[in-house]
């Protein structure tokens, strides 16, 4: 979380919050013990199986152990005094400024949950695209809302970082900043980690470490978030950093309405919830609605308790399964049936007082969590987007915010949801007109024609509004325009009706673009641009995607099936010094490489120098700079120190222009079929056997790519076409091949069917600033660093 920790420090400039925290003993049979730490509500537990204390990460000798009802937290009895960790139910309240998580499938390697603390299993895992966060399916709805920031929301001005504090999942070996001790484990979630810098702590420790963050060994590679701007009102996280929603990922992102029907479990055992129809166990499971929007949605916790209880205990155990933090005596349950809603609360419904057991075998098992009406509210108001400073105010109805207490509250909070009142937030910010400027790069026209006639197809096809959109670029070679838009509205109009466009039989396609703000980059700053080919590499691609976004700024690292080098070097246009790195094979870096070549003149780095993860089934080109055969799960924090010390070198590249001409059968030349087309080469130019078998592979692997999830069975599918012993014609500088048939050729291991015709290959080309592995060997970095920093997914780690 964000800043969750530093409760002892945020208390001077905290007031109470708007419901009673429970930090007493709860009423029922069974004692609570109260911490330190808010939320928690301990109780003392007989242990049956080995259990690792949360808090010190030892075992905990004996049978006797404390865990938080809520959360799971387990710790020794002399740990009690010591924890800091805030309970999940307090966790939303500690977030200053919430932003949303981007949700998908969670990779193999063993994780833990950050809501319930448990271990992941089985393919119902999340993991957040930008973060460290790993929760169940079920348990993602509850999660907190406090991704990195990683770029300023339109107006604002936010100069100075802090940490961005992220519990557990930490690599073996990571050594607290403080004391220099082993601040992870493998058996529980422990220890702390900042997701800029990747500096380690103890959760008792790092509330020590200097709030602000220096973003660590990589600072001059990583774009600072002060220095991106974006208007994302009306786009979600997906769309701002591009984040593909394909069929495979999108399965498994978490959106609320894909848990329609879903039983999302309390945090009561499975054991509990299998036993409630039997009379012998004394035990009944309620299902419990969060207000409106889940009964609607069929979503519901599922709640075990005794067949003879108090209102109150079971109010208490409601709110614990919605990780609510505030007391029983606030809310109450009404019951809910598929008929309608009844505005009767249980206890007038059954006629007896609020301290006599009143849940039998004849109640309804069907119940909807409210709030109590109150004549007095009390609002939570955060100074703007900092992380400190907040006050309360109270309001009745006699007050001037009493349109706020009916209209938001009530609208947005006590019917809709519950948890949705609790994480609402008020800011008090400084009045200023602000102007709307959403950045759109639009793809997929027809290449070589002018700004009037793009101009042309936007109105005839998109239909837009010319008094609020703009062309601001034109990039007539790939077929793309960016769009400046004044309207937040007309901007997510264009944004997915782009999408379901088709111009002469070509699929648009629309991306939102960030704005870099160069003046604001730290001087000497070399950020690095990532783009990363998801298909190469034995689909190993999305692994790397995933590991860069969270060790960079998400908006320097862009999929290359999402609109090609284009839309990363538009952005990259007006920084001064970049470097690129391009994850994919030869023909991966040829793409990049002619794409950067084309638009050279537009930017202002005109020669950035570009390093190579090789990810392809071809890697010549990575071998002679040194980066290796393949991709074989390096860790990718290495990678990125090997990039940062690589020393920069020129390289050649052949000029190939590819004449197709009509023959008639006595082979004489009779018109052009198609306009002539200039390639560039960097290693090798094949036509004929080695072509043909490397466009038989590409055309397999394009209709069924899970079967070629392997660089090892890749290569192999090619290796008949080096079996063969090749004859040496000649050696020159400049070459003329006449075709007179179709004949695949390939250029860097891309393939095609050239039409008959000549086939000029000249070295007159131009050269490109590339970057070599330097021999020295890398000194080995701390464990706070090298691996509290990483996650790389090597293929025995799931085989991804």
Request: charged residues 20%; hydrophobic residues 30%; aromatic residues 6%.
């Amino acid at each position: 979380m964000a800043d969750g920790g530093r409760v002892k420090h945020d208390s001077s400039s905290s007031s109470p919050g708007p419901r009673r925290i429970r930090t007493q003993q709860s009423p029922g049979s069974k004692a609570r013990y109260s911490v330190n730490a808010p939320g928690h509500c301990f109780r003392r537990v007989t242990l049956t199986k080995p259990t690792f204390c949360h808090h010190c990460s030892d075992f905990i000798w004996g049978i006797v152990g404390f865990v938080c009802e809520v959360c799971n937290f387990m710790s020794h009895e002399k740990c009690l005094k010591h924890v800091r960790t805030v309970c999940s139910c307090m966790a939303p309240t500690q977030v200053r400024v919430p932003v949303a998580h981007c949700f998908g499938p969670a990779g193999q390697k063993k994780r833990f949950c950050c809501v319930c603390r448990k271990h992941l299993e089985g393919s119902s895992a999340l993991r957040c695209e930008v973060c460290e966060l790993h929760v169940h399916s079920d348990c993602g709805p509850f999660s907190v809302s406090d991704c990195r920031v990683c770029h300023q929301d339109g107006g604002q001005d936010i100069d100075m970082y802090q940490h961005h504090w992220r519990e557990g999942n930490m690599s073996s070996g990571a050594r607290c900043e403080v004391c220099r001790r082993t601040c992870s484990s493998s058996d529980t979630l422990a220890g702390m980690r900042c997701e800029w810098c990747g500096v380690t702590a103890h959760a008792s420790c790092y509330i020590i470490i200097p709030p602000e963050c220096g973003m660590g060994r990589l600072r001059n590679m990583i774009l600072h978030p002060s220095c991106v701007r974006i208007c994302s009102r009306n786009f979600s996280k997906m769309h701002c950093y591009r984040i593909s929603e394909n069929s495979q990922h999108s399965e498994m992102v978490f959106s609320p309405d894909n848990l329609d029907g879903v039983d999302t479990q309390s945090p009561v055992t499975s054991k509990e919830t299998q036993s409630t129809g039997s009379p012998e166990t004394g035990k009944q499971t309620l299902k419990v609605f969060d207000g409106d929007d889940a009964a609607k949605r069929n979503q519901f916790r599922l709640v075990s308790i005794p067949r003879i209880i108090k209102n109150e205990e079971v109010v208490e155990a409601s709110l614990r399964a919605f990780y609510i933090p505030d007391e029983p005596q606030d809310y109450e349950l009404q019951s809910y049936s598929q008929q309608g809603l009844f505005t009767d609360d249980i206890i007038n419904r059954n006629g007896t007082p609020d301290n006599k057991p009143i849940f039998k075998d004849t109640v309804s098992d069907s119940w909807l969590l409210r709030s109590k009406p109150r004549e007095v509210e009390v609002v939570k108001i955060y100074l703007g987007s900092l992380k400190v400073g907040v006050t309360s105010v109270t309001a009745g109805k006699s007050n001037t915010v009493e349109s706020i207490i009916k209209e938001v509250l009530s609208q947005i909070g006590k019917q809709t949801s519950l948890r949705q009142m609790n994480q609402t937030r008020f800011y008090i910010e400084e009045s200023r007109n602000r102007v709307a400027q959403v950045n759109l790069l639009l793809g997929g026209f027809p290449t070589q024609l002018d700004r009037e006639e793009y101009t042309h197809l936007l109105s005839e096809h998109l239909a837009v509004k010319s008094h609020l959109v703009t062309i601001t670029h034109v990039y007539s070679g790939q077929g793309a325009v960016v769009l400046q838009i004044s309207c937040f509205s007309e901007a997510e109009r264009i944004y997915m009706l782009a999408k379901d466009t088709s111009i002469s039989g070509k699929q648009l396609y629309s991306l939102v673009i960030p704005e870099i703000m160069q003046s604001k980059l730290a001087k000497g700053s070399c950020p690095l641009l990532v783009f990363v080919n998801p298909k190469s590499g034995g689909l190993k691609g999305r692994e790397i995607l995933y590991s860069f976004r969270k060790l960079l700024n998400p908006h320097q690292v862009f999929e290359l099936t999402s609109g090609g080098p284009l839309p990363g070097l538009h952005t990259f246009r007006d920084v001064p010094h970049f470097r690129i790195l391009v994850c994919g094979g030869d023909g991966t870096v040829g793409w990049v490489l002619g794409v950067l070549e084309s638009i050279r003149h537009k930017i202002t780095c005109r020669e950035p120098a570009i390093s190579i993860i090789p990810m392809g089934t071809g890697n010549d080109l990575a071998r002679v700079l040194r980066w290796g055969p393949g991709y074989s799960g390096e860790d990718p924090y290495n990678i990125l120190l090997s990039v940062d010390e690589a020393e920069e070198v020129q390289m050649d590249r052949w000029t190939i222009l590819l004449d197709a001409q009509e023959m008639t059968e006595d082979g004489e030349v009779n018109g052009f079929l198609e306009p002539p087309k200039i390639v560039h080469m960097n290693n090798y130019f094949g036509l004929g056997i080695d072509a043909e078998l490397s466009l038989d592979f590409h055309h397999a692997r394009e209709e069924d790519p899970d079967k070629f999830n392997s660089r090892f069975h890749n290569k192999g599918g090619q290796v008949q076409s080096g079996l063969r012993s090749g004859i040496r014609l000649a050696q020159g500088s400049y070459i003329r091949i006449s075709v007179n048939k179709p004949i695949p050729v390939q250029v860097d291991g891309e393939p095609w069917i050239q039409s008959p015709g000549q086939i000029i290959i000249s070295a007159a080309g131009p050269t490109v600033c590339m970057l070599r592995k330097s021999k020295t060997k890398q000194k080995k970095q701390s464990g706070s660093l090298k691996e509290g920093r990483s996650d790389s997914s090597a293929p025995s780690d799931g085989g991804q």
